[in-house]
């Protein structure tokens, strides 16, 4: 059953960066992964949601590098916004809420890498905040050897928290 997201939606796609591509265990499901990325980052076009994208920068994700670069398959179109980050959560020392807040945006459709670091955060920080928050919950993953397992784990323990888990072929926005 598909359900209709609040008009004032947002898309944050967290620390899609080419280096997490690279990493001793590979992205879990990477190409799927991907191709949902640029499905609701299409679909957020067409509806006019904004579409904030939030890129991590720390010792191994060097600001300006080629590895800090967001991946090619989900490059931010003209209209979309690049906010730093040096935490977990998007929300902590950037100007994410302060931008929602200013766009009424009150329900946030989170998706990125990784699972149980970024993602996690990012969610809890926006319940926190008062935001309806959906996760794409086949539009997340990670580069550890537990991968599927924390995915389908944080899936679960984030709905027990108030997030809505939903397949990205399901979340519509506007």
């Not at 904004?50 to 590098?65: E, M, R």
């Not at 902590?92 to 302060?98: G, R, V």
């Not at 899936?155 to 809505?164: E, I, Q, R, T, Y």
Request: glycine letters at 6%.
């Amino acid at each position: 059953m598909s359900e209709k997201t609040h008009s004032a939606t947002a898309l944050l796609l967290i620390d899609v960066q080419v280096d997490l591509f690279h990493k001793s265990h590979p992205i879990y499901h990477a190409d799927m992964l991907l191709e949902n990325l640029c499905s609701l980052i299409q679909n957020a076009h067409i509806a006019g949601a904004p579409v904030i994208y939030l890129q991590h920068a720390n010792k191994q994700l060097v600001k300006g590098t080629s590895g800090w670069q967001i991946h090619p398959s989900v490059s931010p179109a003209a209209a979309d916004l690049v906010f730093d980050k040096t935490h977990g959560s998007a929300f902590i020392d950037t100007p994410l809420h302060a931008h929602l807040a200013e766009q009424g945006v009150d329900t946030l459709v989170v998706a990125g890498l990784v699972t149980h670091g970024c993602v996690r955060a990012t969610c809890l920080d926006a319940l926190q905040h008062g935001y309806r928050v959906i996760l794409a919950e086949d539009g997340h993953s990670s580069y550890s050897k537990d991968a599927a397992q924390l995915v389908d784990e944080w899936n679960v323990k984030l709905a027990g928290l108030g997030v809505l888990p939903m397949p990205s072929r399901e979340i519509q926005f506007g």
